[in-house]
């Protein structure tokens, strides 16, 4: 990857140039037996979208705090990206009452009321598909972003000195969460460009971060995110691993 990238949308931007057709996130919803692979390009798509959603539909600023109250799941990366490329501050499971934005999941739309902003709900739903009936207060982001353009361009430059991550208390510049990331790269087992992992981790503390999208963007890699894994047999989960040509795993 390139060495001058300093922000997590700069290691996206930079693995699009490299190879956009290739995987980037696999995801299992082991309850529910989806599974959905998003290339490079896909990938990148959904964030563009999202960040484009973020800056003109939801009218976020660089600095403002977005409340991230989502599991562990494709459509959670691609916020986290977003937020990233837009300079919206992703504070992971953080509290609705003290953030601008609150994005919430069909679990936390209750706690998400708590924001007096933006509201924006995610049925989390296969395919990204909507709410059945719109919950009351919020706006279903499946509904929102099929229209948003497919590029973006940020309206100031995303400083990377900046507070970019907040996730288990902790406040990440863009910068840092690149630096930590690339350092957690070899104990993971990414070795670089094909690596494959697969992570159970949830995404409510760093590691879980890093291993479930952070690292693997930062090294060429990519991750097969498992949520709901508890549900797998290992015969089960060894299956997959071979199916999946994963090279490391994080549990």
């Known amino acids: 990857m390139n060495a001058t990238d300093r922000t997590p949308a700069d290691l996206l931007r930079s693995a699009l140039a490299a190879d956009p057709a ?19 390009a896909t990938f990148s798509n959904w964030v563009a979208k999202t960040a484009n959603l973020l800056q ?3 009218s976020a600023e660089p600095g403002d705090r977005l409340a991230l109250l989502l599991p562990a799941h494709w459509q959670t990366a691609v916020w986290l990206l977003a937020c990233s490329s837009v300079g919206v501050v992703a504070d992971v499971g953080g509290d609705p009452a003290a953030a601008d934005l609150v994005v919430s999941g069909p679990d936390t739309l209750d706690a998400g009321l708590a924001c007096s902003g933006e509201r924006i709900a995610l049925a989390l739903r296969p395919l990204g598909g909507r709410f059945p009936t719109p919950p009351a207060g919020y706006t279903d982001y499946a509904v929102e ?22 996730v288990a208390g902790a406040e990440l510049t863009g910068a840092e969460a690149v630096e930590r990331a690339r350092a957690d790269a070899s104990g993971l087992g990414l070795t670089g460009p094909g690596s494959r992992l697969l992570s159970t981790l949830p995404y409510d503390t760093w590691e879980g971060l890093s291993a479930g999208l952070y690292a693997p963007l930062a090294t060429g890699g990519s991750v097969v995110l498992c949520r709901h894994a508890e549900n797998l047999g290992e015969e089960a989960l060894a299956k997959r691993v071979k199916a999946e040509r994963v090279t490391a795993t994080a549990h």
């Open 22 to 40: 290739r995987p980037l996130v696999t995801f299992y919803d082991d309850a529910t037996g989806e599974r959905v692979e998003l290339s490079v």
């Open 145 to 166: 972003v099929p229209g948003q353009g497919d590029r973006f361009r940020p309206y100031a430059p995303v400083d990377p000195e900046e507070p970019a991550l907040i």
């Open 56 to 58: 003109d539909g939801l």
